[in-house]
């Protein structure tokens, strides 16, 4: 083999492996990509939807340590995120933050209560929760332990969420959905 076949060969083989590395610190630590296998959330995102998840915004966990990148800001109540489901870490869940750690949650009358207070955000008006599972029944406040938080389904009618298995951990969050890239008619932000 003559010496100029080797450096081509080194030169496509050191670009792949080049490619690949940062294509898994993208993929650790900026955006990945999902889709969504549900109607959970309903008519925000839909079977077969393609998203890219903002996976700095919280703070990243750096693989095969117990430390956090810092986040760029904390979950703030209407984000729809990504965080693995606390009762299957091998599953990834999507859904909208309602209640923040502290808060008082209550659904009465197909309304969202915050500190027995209606939620204002115009998301949260524009769906009817269902009371439904254990942390979700008539007439019940749920108060959001430290260092978690309370999410629903924009599909209330079909989601199984916080109202039936309760909180999701900090440290189970994923990063913030932010854009449906595919198909091509519903390419957009999502809110």
């Excluded at 109607?39 to 430390?67: A, C, H, W």
């Excluded at 599972?133 to 108060?143: C, D, H, L, T, V």
């Amino acid at each position: 083999m003559s010496l100029k076949k080797k450096s081509v060969l080194r030169d496509w083989v050191e670009s792949i492996i080049i490619a690949f590395l940062l294509a898994m610190v993208i993929r650790t630590f900026v955006v990945q990509a999902f889709k969504i296998p549900t109607g959970s959330m309903r008519m925000t995102l839909q079977e077969g939807d393609l998203i890219l998840v903002n996976k700095f915004i919280y703070g990243v966990k750096v693989p095969f340590l117990n430390f956090y990148l810092p986040a760029a800001r904390e979950p703030k109540r209407g984000d729809v995120m990504v965080f693995v489901y606390p009762e299957d870490n091998k599953k990834d869940f999507i859904k909208r933050l309602v209640g923040l750690p502290g808060e008082t949650i209550e659904i009465k009358g197909g309304s969202i209560y915050i500190n027995d207070k209606p939620a204002d955000d115009p998301i949260f008006k524009q769906v009817y929760y269902y009371n439904r599972g254990e942390f979700g029944a008539e007439g019940q406040k749920i108060k959001v332990p430290k260092d978690s938080y309370f999410v629903l389904g924009d599909n209330s009618v079909s989601s199984k969420d916080s109202r039936y298995w309760g909180f999701v951990p900090k440290e189970n969050l994923l990063g913030q959905a932010m854009v449906i890239y595919w198909p091509i008619r519903r390419i957009r932000v999502i809110k």
